[in-house]
């Protein structure tokens, strides 16, 4: 296989959070020791429900937040040790999609505006030439030249999400990390920016880092998939493996809970009990056991580590 | 045996800077006794404000028109003080966001104990104590103690517990419920909708599911309503729904869905978007976007044609098959 594109060793990020009005500082384990290796031209998706640090792993990778611990190699370089020159340089080869377009876009400013910013802060071409790359860029999008002069208010959720996605390309990045790109439109709206995603990879060799919580649509986007719970990554596979064969029972159950838009399929639920627990105060050992069918006594005692149990198919769990 | 809800002719509209909008138009169905029937669309088809209009829930600046038969009387005539006694009593609803439609300053067992006292005329002991057997019944641990405690120390997915068994107190014949697994992940869905299930086969309650998820429809509902743009475009029931989709609208809805159980390299968008509230076209309202539009499509509103025994479609396609 090729050299990495992006990797991601033991990050940490810990919020620290005071508990009442005196209360002793505690430390929320967003994330909890991320491994992720990205290949160039791939689509790693990170899946897992609202608080297993999927979203912070991937503005750590930006350093739009400050990781507290570990390494991330973006190209063999770690992007931690750069400075502000170094890391705004860095960044025109890693852009964000963010999941809002209502709230991610500069509603005083121009679409063309907008779209122009970048290219100015990086300092690219003449005014002429990023007229013109401004103007390209709106049509591969699939909007016109016409819409350059409008606000993002005149704009419908999916149309603003063209724009968002365009405003990420124009600098023509190699790695593209999209939170949640689509969760906010209608699934009408949703299938026209997943095909104009897919198409943007193979016209311009993007490598996506793709995170969502739909796992439809993770099946759909990805190569491949690393499932988060609870601040780690608990297993990595092709997409094919891990949802035909997923072999930790936290994907497991996952899997099992989305409802399938087949009214005579027999529906076969691993029901899990109770809820996520906190990241504030997560359980020892492996940290799914309070939830977990197979819990044994080393679970309760030993975390796992996120080791190959097939070729390209990393577990962690101590079944594996 | 008469339907427990029946909806007929219903228009619902708003009238803004001087011009009429109609966001629901000429909605009509039912709802048996242990029934779960399905709304489906996207957003702005109407599914919201039909199941707020059923409520009364929708202030003055709206107007509803037609006939919203529960138990055999007709909603749309009762005084506001009737409605009250209905509302929360015999018909309740479950809303997307629990966090919003919780009272956020009172503990949650006392607003549990609200609806039983007005309703029901439950002593207060008596209120606390079946508020207590409800959370218990709705699956949540530590009754006792969570009653004392307010909305903002749960879950997302305790306080939707929280509301179905707020919604169920008083027993109703029918329950609305709004998307109300949207804002919940997977896991906690899966959850809630054992819960409903269960619900509906103790009581017999007959359920107006509101949702845009399909595999939601597929796995709760008995029939399904398909909307678009504030008008019924499909009527079935839930097996045909899937096998059989008629509307191009259903059809394309299908489509366009990524699957979770297999490979697909494209998926079939629906080109453009839902028109405005005051740009609806002349003819069917989905023929901008339909692949099969033909001349007659964008000059004149196609019926709902029946085409089988349980399947209805706002469609030219079907006008020979069927009549309206």
């Known amino acids: 296989m090729s050299q990495p594109l992006l990797e991601v060793r033991g990050l940490k990020k810990y919020f620290p959070v005071k508990t009442g009005f005196w209360g002793r500082e505690k430390v929320v384990r967003a994330v909890d020791g991320v491994h992720l290796t990205v290949y160039p031209g791939e689509t790693l998706s990170i899946v897992g429900e609202s608080g297993c640090g999927k979203s912070t792993t991937g503005r750590c990778i930006l350093r739009l937040i400050e990781p507290t611990e570990g390494e991330i190699l973006f190209q063999g370089r770690d992007i931690r040790a750069l400075n502000a020159a170094g890391l705004r340089a860095a960044r025109r080869d890693m852009q964000l999609v963010f999941q809002d377009p209502f709230a991610s876009l500069n509603p005083r400013k121009t679409v063309g505006q907008i779209l122009q910013d970048p290219l100015i802060v990086h300092g690219i071409g003449t005014p002429a030439e990023r007229r013109k790359r401004v103007e390209e860029m709106i049509e591969i999008v699939g909007l016109t030249r016409q819409h350059l002069d409008r606000f993002p208010h005149e704009f419908s959720g999916g149309q603003r999400q063209r724009i968002g996605i365009a405003r990420a390309l124009i600098l023509r990045p190699k790695l593209v990390v999209a939170d949640e790109p689509v969760s906010a439109l209608d699934v009408s709206i949703q299938a026209q920016i997943l095909n104009l995603l897919k198409d943007l990879q193979r016209e311009f060799q993007l490598t996506y880092l793709f995170i969502s919580h739909d796992l439809s649509v993770v099946r759909h986007i990805s190569d491949r998939v690393a499932v988060m719970y609870l601040g780690k990554v608990v297993e990595v596979a092709d997409k094919k493996a891990l949802y035909e064969r997923p072999a930790h029972p936290y994907t497991q159950a996952l899997l099992s809970a989305v409802p399938v838009p087949d009214p005579t399929r027999e529906v076969n639920r691993i029901i899990l009990e109770g809820d996520l627990p906190s990241p504030a105060n997560p359980p020892s050992g492996c940290q799914f056991h309070p939830r977990c069918r197979h819990c044994m006594e080393v679970c309760r005692t030993t975390v796992p580590p996120l080791k190959e149990a097939k070729p390209g198919h990393l577990v962690a769990c101590h079944l594996a | ?324």
Not at chain 2, 8 to 28: I, K, M, N, P, Y
Not at chain 2, 100 to 105: E, I, K, R
Not at chain 2, 156 to 180: F, H, K
Not at chain 2, 281 to 305: H, T, V, W
Request: proline share 5%; net charge negative.
């Open chain 2, 1 to 324: 045996m008469a339907p427990m809800l029946e909806v007929e002719h219903l228009s619902t509209t708003f009238a803004e800077a001087g011009r009429t909008l109609t966001v629901v138009e000429d909605v009509s169905f039912s709802v048996e006794a242990g029934e779960t029937l399905g709304v489906v669309g996207e957003s702005g088809c109407g599914k919201s404000v039909t199941s707020l209009s059923i409520m009364r829930l929708l202030g003055s600046s709206a107007k509803l028109d037609g006939s919203i038969r529960f138990a055999g009387t007709d909603v749309l005539r009762l005084s506001e003080k009737e409605m009250q006694s209905i509302r929360g009593n015999r018909i309740a609803m479950i809303f997307q966001e629990p966090m919003t439609a919780l009272n956020p300053l009172h503990p949650i067992g006392r607003q549990i104990a609200e609806p039983l006292r007005r309703h029901l005329g439950l002593s207060r002991r008596e209120a606390a104590e079946r508020a207590v057997h409800l959370l218990k019944e709705v699956g949540i641990p530590r009754a006792e103690e969570i009653a004392a405690e307010y909305p903002h120390q749960l879950s997302g997915g305790m306080r939707q517990r929280v509301m179905i068994a707020m919604a169920m107190a008083c027993q109703p014949q029918l329950l609305i419920a709004d998307e109300p697994t949207t804002a919940l992940d997977v896991t906690i869905q899966a959850q809630i909708l054992e819960l409903m299930k269960k619900v509906r086969q103790e009581h017999g309650t007959a359920i107006l599911l509101i949702t845009h998820d399909l595999g939601v429809v597929a796995e709760m509902c008995h029939r399904v309503i398909v909307m678009y743009a504030g008008q019924i475009v499909e009527e079935a029931d839930v097996q045909s729904l899937f096998a059989d989709p008629r509307h191009p609208y259903t059809v394309g809805l299908l489509r366009s869905m990524p699957s979770i159980s297999g490979e697909q390299e494209r998926l079939q968008a629906i080109p453009g978007a839902v028109p405005l509230l005051h740009e609806m076209p002349a003819g069917c309202r989905f023929a901008p976007r339909c692949s099969k539009a033909m001349a007659i499509c964008r000059e004149q509103m196609p019926e709902l044609f029946v085409v089988s025994a349980t399947q209805k479609c706002r469609c030219w396609l079907y006008r020979e098959e069927g009549e309206a």
